[in-house]
């Protein structure tokens, strides 16, 4: 499977706790994106990277989210001291860097409840 | 802000009919746009974009027509299939391609 994954599927956590999620991108796309998606909403932009570049990150995430891709390769996103309102779909998406236009091809998502 | 609406949540078509769901947005720095498909459990999937040098781009069932003084977009399908019965998604960028804003989404089914 060359698709986009994500690591875990499913994360049950108490409030105030820290999580961490994966994302291993298709291989040659140096484009990474993350996005978080609530019931009945269209995913949310977080962050995006350009191989290793954090290049652009949303102006309404918490500076308890953060974000890295050391290697220009897999991604992490770390929430810190979780809140219930975080509980959400967590969405990675990847592409070549052909422009705006290029397909992003999203992976399954990390379902994160916060209790 | 929700700078990208999807003022339809839900459409129903009978199967071979067409299928039209909207998109309106308010930020005129968007020039491009693509259409996501989205089944339950899984993550969304590229169906069709479009630039704003164009005012439609078609790929087989699928139309995108593109309305920019009205800032209004719409995916048509046709002929609508049971298989087409999913989530539609649009989203927007501006010439970056480094922030996508996606609307709230319509539930299209299709009864056959």
């Known amino acids: 499977d060359t698709g986009v994954s994500q690591d875990p599927r499913h994360k049950i956590t108490k409030r105030g706790q820290n999580v961490t999620f994966r994302c291993d991108p298709i291989?040659?796309?140096?484009?990474l994106y993350w996005y978080r998606q609530t019931l009945g909403q269209g995913p949310e932009f977080l962050t995006y990277f350009q191989n290793e570049a954090q290049l652009e990150k949303s102006r309404l995430l918490s500076d308890r989210f953060s974000a890295e891709r050391p290697k220009g390769s897999f991604s992490t996103l770390e929430i810190q001291r979780t809140e219930q309102g975080d509980s959400a779909m967590y969405l990675c998406a990847s592409s070549l860097d052909r422009g705006p236009l290029a397909e992003q091809f999203f992976g399954p998502g990390t379902r994160l409840t916060v209790l | 802000d929700q700078q990208v609406k999807q003022n339809s949540p839900s459409l129903s078509v009978q199967e071979g009919r067409i299928s039209i769901l909207n998109c309106d947005y308010t930020n005129s720095m968007f020039d491009y746009f693509l259409w996501y498909k989205k089944y339950p459990a899984e993550g969304p999937t590229f169906l069709i974009s479009?630039?704003?040098?164009?005012d439609k781009n078609e790929d087989g069932r699928f139309t995108v027509f593109l309305n920019k003084s009205a800032k209004h977009l719409s995916l048509h399908i046709v002929p609508s299939q049971p298989g087409d019965s999913a989530v539609y998604f649009c989203?927007?960028?501006?010439?970056?391609?480094?922030?996508?804003?996606f609307g709230t989404g319509t539930s299209l089914t299709v009864i056959p």
């Open positions: 291989s040659e796309h140096n484009r």
């Open positions: 989203a927007a960028s501006s010439n970056t391609g480094n922030q996508f804003y």
């Open positions: 479009i630039s704003s040098i164009k």
